[in-house]
DNA sequence: TATTGATATAACCATATGGTCATATTAGTA
DNA sequence: TACTAATATGACCATATGGTTATATCAATA
């Protein structure tokens, strides 16, 4: 990858909130009403720092009827050269959403 | 590494510039005065650059006399699991500078 | 000691960043 | 069709960023 692009990349992943959100995606794919309440910040910020990865293609997106979803574009993470084993593990994150019923997967059944 | 500092880490790579700091110093040892005449810009800027690795732990610094010499911190690298393998070959900068005699290696002799 | 070369720091400036709130858009549903 | 939920976009603001020039610091040397 050219220089120009590779720094792009590295600096979209240059912040807690995406660098985050890219462990969250690491576990399983996330709509945004799902980070939203995972984050304490306004569902526009989320908007933005997704839109933010999506332009540097480290995510992508899915709609689902109301839904948009969010997955790891893991080809790209590599190309970047990129391990993911240094994220920090987001079990208990996704947990709290469950026990809150903010799931949208419990929703969708 | 604590999700934070993993994230200032990323930021501090993600300019073209510093990047291709990291891409000169993977290749071998440099001064100041050395980065300076690859990039367009000042010495204050380069100095700046530099320091703002330094403060990321992804450089370390050797001052030889009027030198100060930068080194890449591999283990810092590695603990943020990213790969230098993408990084773009820069034989032709030390080529350059080597034909300007401008390589402080040189000068030293 | 005075001077020169290499580097770092300070003050400044234009632009980028990351958040806010208000509003537009899009999809499902009464 | 009207309403609601989910998402995206626009306008705005405070701070960070990446450059500049001028100057300070530090080491080598005449």
Not at 10 to 38: F, H, Q, S, W, Y
Not at 42 to 49: C, L, V
Not at 54 to 72: C, H, I, M, P
């Amino acid at each position: 990858m050219e220089l120009k692009k590779l720094a792009d990349a590295l600096k979209a992943l240059g912040d807690p909130t995406r660098l985050k959100i890219i462990a969250l995606l690491n576990m399983r794919d996330c709509c945004v009403c799902e980070l939203v309440p995972i984050f304490g910040i306004s569902q526009p910020a989320i908007s933005k720092h997704l839109s933010r990865l999506k332009n540097a293609d480290l995510v992508t997106e899915n709609r689902k009827g109301q839904w948009v979803f969010y997955s790891l574009n893991r080809k790209q993470l590599h190309e970047i050269g990129l391990g993911l084993v240094n994220l920090p593990d987001c079990s208990a994150e996704f947990k709290k959403l469950e026990e809150q019923g903010l799931l949208v997967s419990c929703k969708e059944d």
